[in-house]
């Protein structure tokens, strides 16, 4: 067992704070303390830690774009904290550049995250793991992927086959609430798989509630999510059928069914 198997004493409360139309800041906090993934904007961040007198410790950026970083800036005007994330210039604020297999902790929470490196969506993409939770920013979603903005379909799917190994039960805290349009997809992706269809009923109640559908986890995502699935005879069917040719190989199911997505 590594050592970010090791469930602390207490476990922090992870909070969706909601960014823009779709991006969750997900947000650790105990009753004195926060740390942020992924602050695309500092506004709601700053306005959620004063209204419940929260200080923040720490910042985690899973990849440079703007709707995970932009608020790094502006949160460290209000506090001196670390800031993790992966060894790319294009995030400037970074005080921690991390690589694959490297700790980070975080002391306040007693926690401890693995760096893994997940290309695909960018080509410098990271995840943190511990404590049974993910935070894999772009790169797995509930039922879906990122788009390959940098990577290639090969580097996807080693990518999404490294997190797929986890436990069943870690949690997956995804950067965006895009639950309900992957799972349209993945019902025509993967046209026989009677678990997406209970997911669907159960995603929309919570978004009727205007409730998030996240966290997930790696049991739901490798039973639903057809990026997890591309050695499954019915989504290798659909891939190909859509393809106008018959695919062998799991990369290239997975390359089809990303393109097919992007025109859905
Ligand atoms: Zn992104």
Known sequence: ??????????????????????????????????????????????????????????ILNTHHHADHVGGNAELLRHFKVPVFGPHDPRIAEVTRRMADGERITLPHFGLAFEVLEIPGHTR??????????????????????????????????????????LPDATRVYCGHEYTLSNIRFAKAADPDNPVLRE????????????????????????????????????VIASASRHAGRQLTSPVSVLAAIREWKNSF
């Open 124 to 165: 410098s993409h990271i995840a943190f793991y511990g404590a049974g939770m993910l935070f894999c920013g772009d790169t797995l979603f509930a039922a879906g992927c990122g788009r390959l903005f940098e990577g290639t379909p090969q580097q996807m799917h080693e990518s999404l086959n490294r997190l797929a190994r």
């Open 199 to 234: 997911l669907e009923s159960r995603a929309q109640q919570l978004r009727d509630r205007d409730l998030p559908t996240l966290p997930s986890d790696i049991g739901q995502e490798k039973a639903t999510n057809p990026f997890l699935r591309c050695d499954d005879p019915g």
């Open 1 to 58: 067992m590594s050592r970010s198997d090791v469930i602390p004493d207490v476990i922090p409360d992870v909070i969706p704070v909601c960014a823009f139309s779709d991006n969750y800041i997900w947000t650790l906090r105990d009753s004195g303390c926060a740390a942020v993934v992924d602050p695309g904007d500092a506004r709601p961040v700053l306005d959620y830690l004063r209204r419940e007198k929260l200080e923040l410790v720490a």
